[in-house]
């Protein structure tokens, strides 16, 4: 399932998709269109480190949003107080979260199932607090905004959104080559094998503590990340923002419709999910709240109840349907 | 001094019965079910708008909606396990904690769409009348809002100990596999814990209404004192579950005393925090899962 090496079509084919991707903001020039690649783009990335540990490990949390703020944070401090480029405090970011999920990973990992859920959910709801309540450390409620330079590439700010389409693409390709390295290594093993039973994995001698904690050190990274690209996009900071609830949702939401556990799982539930919102959107004109979260639950529970592979699951049972009368 | 303590206390307690109800819900479904509700604050709103349709569209006071938004919320219990966790039960953890949680997101998200963010608020004849004992100071309608809740707390302690169907409960909840071999149903029993569940939800909600407002996430608020609750008072524990309410109850109110106005919900996270850093069974004992 995991071992095989890249067939030489995977290859052509991946090889057209990242022509395709480059090519896409040159070809398709509107800012909404790229507006919404670009959050396409975003939310596959942070599926794909949600996954890492959701997916494999079948940890799952939901409250990602922690190390999205973090992330967020730590780079807008380092630039307004520090005058430091982002492109430095995103990686500093990272390693904040990394420091963050050692803690929060130490408590939670006491709980399984949904109680681990829980204790996820409250610590991100606590950072939320902590930043909402002490104003020395953050602006508390009222956020800030980043202070526009225009151009100004070695501070993550670009003239053009097509600039900020190709910073999230490199992300993504950070992202999805993680997976796969990980994928193919004992470690990935490992993942699956806590993820399927932890208590059978730890008899066989998988040394399931450690691998947990690894495995949340690398997710939480890449999620800060993506907090320190976001704000950079949208040049504004606040708690409710950088902590927001609904990014561990969608980052769960994305791994799991898309097919939980796989490579390119986060991605197609991405497209399939954000795609459907902006049709509905632009259907119903002016947004009526609640529409795209109730469509997203409708669809979760649908992959649920009927797909618990999710799309990558039904793209692979079509595949094997179609290649099985032609073997015959 | 201790007056200022005393009322902090009393205000907890009061609040702490609301939460004891919610809590005592989700511990009785994960303790029959072994699953954990994560949309039972969600019912909680539903109470509450069952409640605020009634008051304000035919003038019946919010206790007296008990009697109907709690039916209702048994039979919305029954089907919920019958068409939807039914389907999830077995080994694995997916699918069991996000098809509540995507219930959860969609009663919510209706509930935004049909009734938009407004509060909505009912006012009665009691809600703002208080006694005044030795210089504290109670409101009427939250101590009603208690003594039902402890009411119903007892009326369920007295169902599972005394009736069949009580007993067929603890007995699945202590163990599944023995009681089905002792001839229990337990798409049955399961079916009624929902229920029971759900019509506790229903009655918090509708005990609320004449102090609190209802809005599509008030829900989230008392779920979320359950979740640290049921931890705190072991996993699956009726007895457990109201006594660590209350006790949040009262931790909250003494938090927005003494730490700051919008510090309750701080002083509840430390709590958890701190339970699972050091009693991560939970007070009573017993295991983390």
């Known amino acids: ?328 | 001094m201790w007056e200022t303590v005393a009322q902090a206390v009393i205000n907890g307690l009061l609040i702490g019965g609301i939460y004891a109800l919610v809590s005592i819900g989700v511990t009785l479904i994960f303790g029959v079910v072994k699953i954990v509700n994560f949309a039972q604050g969600e019912f909680v709103m539903i109470g509450m708008y069952i409640s605020f349709f009634l008051a304000n569209q035919f003038g019946i006071d919010p206790l007296l909606s008990l009697f109907v938004s709690m039916p209702v919320l048994f039979v919305v219990g029954v089907l919920v396990q019958h068409f939807l966790i039914r389907r999830v039960l077995g080994p694995n953890d997916m699918p069991q904690i996000f098809l509540t949680f995507a219930l959860s997101l969609l009663l919510l998200n209706l509930a935004l769409m049909l009734f938009s963010a407004n509060y909505r608020t009912v006012h009665t004849s009691y809600s703002d009348e208080a006694l005044h004992v030795g210089g504290l100071y109670i409101p009427v309608a939250k101590l009603i809002a208690f003594v039902v809740a402890m009411a119903l707390s007892a009326a369920l302690w007295v169902f599972l100990h005394t009736t069949d169907l009580g007993k067929a409960m603890r007995a699945a909840s202590q163990n599944r596999d023995v009681a089905m071999l002792m001839g229990i149903n337990p798409n049955r029993v399961f079916c009624v814990a929902l229920g029971i569940a759900l019509a506790l939800a229903g009655a918090a909600g509708s005990l609320l209404m004449p102090f609190y407002s209802a809005y599509p996430f008030v829900g989230q608020v008392f779920v979320l004192m359950a979740f640290v609750a049921v931890v705190l008072g072991t996993l699956g524990n009726v007895m457990g579950a109201l006594i660590a309410s209350l006790m949040m109850g009262v931790a909250e109110s003494l938090g927005v005393q003494y730490v700051g106005a919008d510090s309750g919900l701080i002083v509840v996270f430390a709590m958890l925090l701190l339970t699972l850093a050091f009693k991560p069974t939970g007070l009573g004992g017993g295991r983390a899962r």
């Open chain 1, 1 to 328: 399932m995991m071992a095989h090496r890249p067939s030489a079509r995977g290859i052509v084919l991946l090889a057209v998709g990242i022509a395709i991707l480059i090519a896409l903001p040159q070809v398709v020039t509107s800012s909404f269109a790229i507006d919404i690649f670009i959050r396409i783009l975003l939310f596959s990335f942070i599926g794909i480190a949600w996954n890492l540990m959701g997916g494999y490990a079948k940890q799952l949390s939901l409250g990602h949003a922690a190390y999205f703020g973090l992330g967020a944070y730590t780079s807008t401090i380092l630039q307004i107080d520090f005058n430091i480029s982002p492109w430095i405090g995103m990686i500093a970011g990272g390693v904040v979260a990394m420091l963050a999920s050692l803690p929060i990973g130490w408590l939670c990992f006491r709980l399984r199932g949904p109680y681990f859920t829980i204790a996820t959910i409250a610590t991100a709801q606590a950072l939320m607090l902590i930043f909402l309540k002490f104003r020395d450390l953050a602006w508390g409620a009222e956020g800030t905004t980043i202070p526009n330079l225009g151009s100004a590439p070695l501070m993550m700010q670009f003239e053009t959104k097509a600039a900020y389409y190709y910073v999230v693409l490199g992300l993504l390709v950070v992202g999805l080559a993680v997976t796969y390295v990980i994928e193919r290594s004992w470690m990935g093993y490992y993942l699956v094998a806590i993820g399927e039973d932890e208590d059978a994995a730890e008899a066989i001698g998988v040394n399931a503590p450690k691998i947990k904690r690894d495995i949340y050190l690398i997710s939480s990274f890449l999620t800060a990340l993506a907090g320190t690209f976001y704000t950079q996009y949208i040049y504004f900071i606040d708690p409710a923002t950088a902590f927001s609830f609904n990014i561990s949702i969608e980052a769960a939401l994305v791994s799991i419709v898309g097919g939980i556990g796989t490579l390119w799982g986060p991605v197609i539930g991405t497209v399939l999910l954000e795609t459907t919102s902006t049709l509905l959107q632009s259907w119903l004109g002016s947004s009526i709240g609640g529409v795209q979260l109730t469509v997203y639950s409708l669809i979760l529970m649908a992959v649920i109840l009927w797909r618990p592979t999710g799309l990558m699951g039904m793209i692979s049972e079509a595949w094997h349907r179609h290649r099985k009368p032609a073997q015959a």
